[in-house]
């Protein structure tokens, strides 16, 4: 069994994460959840909040993977 879990809601993004751990020989489980989401324009507080629960919920060292496109004007 994995020590690290990669938590989602999309699992397209887990095949990309997945393809890239087992070439480096890593292994990685996946928790699909859908998590939730803070509506602001800040990647890292997005993130952080989302890998917070990620944890609550499986109790293991885990990780999210987000990104954003912001235009500021």
């Not at 292994?27 to 890998?51: C, G, H, R, W, Y």
């Amino acid at each position: 069994m994995a020590n690290l879990v990669y938590v989602s809601g999309n699992r397209k993004k887990w095949i990309s994460v997945e393809r890239y751990f087992s070439e480096n020989e890593i292994d990685v489980d996946f928790l699909e959840q859908n998590l939730f989401e803070p509506e602001i324009n800040d990647i890292e507080i997005i993130s952080k909040t989302k890998a917070k629960e990620a944890y609550k919920i499986s109790g293991k060292p885990c990780f999210v993977a987000d990104s954003g496109f912001y235009i500021d004007h």
